[in-house]
């Protein structure tokens, strides 16, 4: 008997492995040659470029100081370090050997030409939502804009097992949903136009969402906040901690300018995001993405709560009349207040940090990161820089400094262990 059942659950168990191999398996597409490579028009190469800014492609495929997607950027996740790929028309080692098919079934099925399931790093289940004509116009743009360039990549640091590609096929199976964009017909254009930007080209998501054990977006908390290269990306939701509640119109102006009045400036890896990818769509689709998220926020506030929040936020800024024994708030006074001290207004790129997220997250991690390394020119908001105090603030005084700010700018409890936090962030040297 136990013999019987033995062999049938061996016996299911083959039938089962042989039936997964056959519905993971992508046959080779065949390569092309730089002759089989058509022409394109002029307009479908500058659709391509704007999708690839849209979808900051050359970000997450270059390296600083290296050629522009000739890949090897580190990406940490939570299983090991994967390595983006080549996507110059290099023929050996970048894509140069594609054909639109093979491009196509990459961004819509996450497989590249040989066949090979790809890991989940790509984006892919945003891009399977992306159109043929977008998909192509970056093709175009890629196979004649970007120059050839033979550059292998390091080996993914994945362990054993989850090194084999052909498990994605069943991470694929459980969570994604391979398809293209389908429009709300209730909704608007502007609206529809944002949400397939943003669900599919920009992929927010990606950064803004929790992820289970698996690694998959967790679709119930879509734009939930989320950890990522040792940063904090906020809900892009009502539960964003932020006083002032975001709104259509704020999000266009961030991602046009890199700043809004209430709500901080673009540091860290949002940065690229918005000055190397996003700042170069046209005014009519950064509009759109506004108009989609400002629909994900839901009711803007009103104007009796926005002045009582800025209200409230320049009182906690004005100085004290007493004599500062508490380190942190003089430290503030020293070394912050001449530039986020507002007495009568919220200026932009200079707030006094009790209105945007920084202060009112649950983690410190993004106002740590930016008190010890600044915010650079090629961040924020143009012609405003802000220095770094890695070498001039111990990790006691910056940890002080955000304990104050917690303190005197929000009604949440204290953050835990922020001394250990600052040590364990200024030794990431994440910036």
């Given at each position: 008997m136990v013999k019987n059942v033995l062999l049938t659950l061996f016996c299911l168990a083959v039938l089962g492995s042989g039936g997964f191999a056959v519905i993971a398996y992508r046959s080779e597409i065949s390569?092309?040659?730089?002759?089989?490579?058509r022409?394109?028009?002029?307009?479908?190469?500058?659709?391509?470029?704007?999708?690839?800014?849209?979808?900051?492609?050359?970000?997450?495929?270059?390296?600083?100081?290296?050629?522009?997607?000739?890949?090897?950027?580190?990406?940490?996740?939570?299983?090991?370090?994967?390595y983006?790929?080549?996507?110059?028309?290099?023929?050996?080692?970048?894509?140069?050997?594609?054909?639109?098919?093979?491009?196509?079934?990459?961004?819509?099925?996450?497989?590249?030409?040989?066949?090979?399931?790809?890991?989940?790093?790509f984006p892919y289940d945003h891009f399977t939502l992306m159109t043929k004509a977008d998909v192509r116009a970056i093709y175009a743009y890629l196979m004649t804009e970007v120059e050839p360039v033979a550059a292998s990549v390091p080996e993914n640091g994945l362990p054993f097992p989850m090194n084999f590609r052909i498990w994605q096929a069943g991470w694929k199976l459980l969570f994604v949903d391979l398809g293209r964009f389908e429009p709300e017909p209730d909704k608007s254009a502007d609206w529809n136009r944002g949400a397939y930007l943003v669900e599919g080209a920009t992929h927010c998501g990606a950064c803004h969402t929790p992820r289970n054990?698996?690694?998959?977006?967790?679709?119930?908390?879509?734009?939930?906040?989320?950890?990522?290269?040792?940063?904090?990306?906020?809900?892009?939701?009502?539960?964003?901690?932020?006083?002032?509640?975001?709104?259509?119109?704020?999000?266009?102006?961030?991602?046009k300018t890199?700043?809004?009045?209430?709500?901080?400036?673009?540091?860290?890896?949002?940065?690229?995001?918005?000055h190397a990818g996003l700042q170069k769509l046209p005014d009519n689709d950064l509009k759109a993405i506004g108009t989609y998220l400002g629909d994900v926020v839901g009711e803007p506030q009103s104007e009796a709560e926005i002045e009582a929040a800025i209200e409230t936020s320049l009182r906690a800024g004005r100085p004290s009349t007493g004599y500062r024994l508490d380190l942190g708030e003089r430290l503030y006074a020293s070394a912050c207040a001449a530039c986020h001290y507002n007495a009568t207004q919220i200026v932009p790129g200079r707030p006094d940090l009790g209105i945007n997220s920084v202060t009112r997250l649950d983690a410190p991690d993004n106002l740590v990161q930016v008190i010890l390394n600044g915010v650079g020119n090629e961040e924020g908001m143009a012609g405003v820089v802000m220095p770094g105090f890695r070498a001039a603030l111990s990790d006691d005084e910056v940890a002080a400094?955000?304990?104050?700010?917690?303190?005197?700018?929000?009604?949440?409890?204290?953050?835990?262990?922020?001394?250990?936090?600052?040590?364990?962030?200024?030794?990431?040297?994440?910036?």
């Open positions: 390569p092309i040659s730089a002759s089989d490579l022409v394109f028009d002029p307009e479908v190469v500058e659709q391509g470029r704007l999708m690839a800014a849209a979808g900051f492609c050359a970000e997450c495929h270059s390296v600083p100081g290296n050629a522009p997607y000739a890949g090897g950027y580190a990406m940490e996740t939570g299983f090991g370090t994967l983006s790929t080549n996507i110059t028309p290099d023929p050996e080692t970048g894509i140069g050997a594609w054909s639109e098919e093979a491009f196509l079934r990459a961004m819509h099925e996450g497989v590249d030409r040989e066949g090979r399931h790809l890991f989940p790093a054990l698996l690694g998959a977006e967790i679709r119930s908390k879509d734009f939930g906040g989320a950890a990522i290269d040792r940063w904090i990306a906020p809900a892009l939701t009502a539960d964003n901690p932020a006083a002032i509640r975001w709104t259509a119109e704020d999000f266009t102006e961030y991602l890199g700043v809004t009045r209430a709500h901080g400036v673009a540091a860290g890896p949002m940065a690229p995001v918005v400094i955000s304990a104050y700010l917690r303190a005197s700018r929000t009604e949440f409890t204290p953050w835990p262990d922020l001394a250990a936090t600052v040590s364990r962030i200024r030794n990431s040297n994440a910036h």
